[in-house]
């Protein structure tokens, strides 16, 4: 649940410092004894940040699939606005009884935006790609249980496993598992190319991308009511709320100006409903490296974080405090945040133990968006009182952080929000940027990733959990709340977000 919290004044001083549009046209339906103006079939959507690029198959950034998936891009199943796993371009399947072989039943006539159709080789090129030795699918790893792919037909992909998944379809409805088109497969980081009900049209790098209903969509049972589409990149928090109140944007599905949510609440003209995200907010260490190579250290920091106080000050007390890598909206979470409480004494006393009683000096990476700014600040000055300096380093994102800290490893500690769903297994991956090394983990979120039996993965994924919060290999923060902002007469977004996304399919004006 997205809640909200206050403090005392004396707390509150922790916090001191931390912290057009184009003209449209309206067409005129002439109706018996009165004309009404037909509903507006054109988007702008904001985005707090511009995508390095537009494949989501070939690099790790979310706002990738915010922009590309399910509007351009489709997978062989797709996961709905409730977390569930749909049918997509697959439109059904079974599955053997030893949970080895997935056999799939694929659409008819659902065509590539270039004219080329989809079909089993399609999908076996797709999944082959993902899966070749030279890949660099953000996602590689979850795939690496397919062990074998056939296309004894057009119309059927028969997937062989090395071991049982109980997560495949919802690994396969991700992002990162779209289907991609042979022929355009190395321009689609500039020039996507899919599937999906738009298509796409323009990139103007630093502003904005456009997008065009495609004309042949395959899926008729999902009527599309946008023709134009436009996501316009504004990474100012202020200017970003001065678009939608000018009329220049039409939506912000992640306002990043919390500070300004309330004031759009109470305003007739928009909806905002506070929803949720998979967005864990986690500051991660460098596990490889001293100081945080010491589990001790890691721990006395987790226990100086106040972390209701941090999310008041980073999100205005919206979000959800967390102590292991995982959601309260996720099935099987566990509420691990009683683990290491907020205790400074006992950060002191702890970092003494483990050789720091003078102090302990290192640099922080932020990237340079607007809740990581805040957080940094805020931790900063929380790490002070346990005799802690930590020196920030502003740093561009994704291009810089990105290779700086996800491909380098050249950091101490930094801060993201891993938005993937149910991506507890990044903490097994060897190598990943946290370093972190730990065969009980790998073990346990490996057997939980195996089993077939709901009841029996949900309890291994507990136990992940546990180790997770016991060894603070990142120190778990929050979960950024979904804070959408849209005008009065659209309808269709989706309130929550069980994966990173702007799917318009159903967006529509109501008048």
Known sequence: MVTRTRFSRPRRRLLAGAAAGAALAVAMLELPGRAEAAPRTDLVVGMP?????????????????????????????????????QPQLARSWTVSPDGLTYTFALQQGAKFHNGEPFTAETAKFSLDAIRAPGSVNPQKALYAVIAD?????????????????????FWLGLPAAVMVEPKSREGLKSQPVGTGPFRFVAWRKGDRVELARSPDYWDAA????????????????????AALRAGDVDAYPLLPAPELYGAFQKD????????????????????????????RVRQALMMAVDRKLLIEGAYSGY????GSHYTPN???????????????????????EAGYAKGLT???????MAYATRTAEILQAMFSEVGVTMTIVPTEFPAKWVQEVMRDRSFDMTVIAHAEPMDIGIYANDPYYFGYK???????????????????????????????????????LFVLPKLSVWRAKLTGFWKNEPVPSNDLTEVRWTE
């Open 222 to 241: 999902r009527k599309v009511h946008l023709d134009k589409v436009t996501f316009r990149f504004i990474g100012d928090p202020q200017a970003a709320a």
């Open 330 to 352: 996720d099935p099987g979470y566990k509420d691990l945040t009683g683990v290491y409480p907020y205790d400074p004494a006992k950060a002191k006393a702890l970092l003494a």
């Open 49 to 85: 940040v511009e995508p390095p690029g537009l494949d989501p198959t070939s690099a790790a950034p979310t706002v990738i699939g915010q922009v590309v998936w399910q509007n351009v891009f489709q997978g062989l199943t797709r996961v709905d606005r409730d977390g569930k796993v």
């Open 149 to 169: 792919v056939k296309a004894p037909d057009p119309q059927t992909l028969v997937l062989t496993l090395s071991k049982p998944s109980g997560n495949l379809l």
């Open 362 to 368: 290192f640099t922080f990476k932020s990237p340079q």
């Open 268 to 295: 007739k003209a928009f909806k905002a409903e506070p929803g949720l995200t998979e967005m864990k907010v986690v500051a991660g260490m460098n596990n490889a490296e001293k100081p945080f190579s010491d589990k």
């Open 319 to 322: 979000g959800a405090p967390i």
């Open 438 to 476: 730990n065969p009980a983990f790998n073990d346990v979120v490996t057997r939980a990733a195996q089993a077939t039996d709901e009841a029996a993965r949900l309890k291994l994924y507990g136990e992940a959990q546990t180790i997770l919060a016991e060894d603070v290999p990142a120190l778990f």
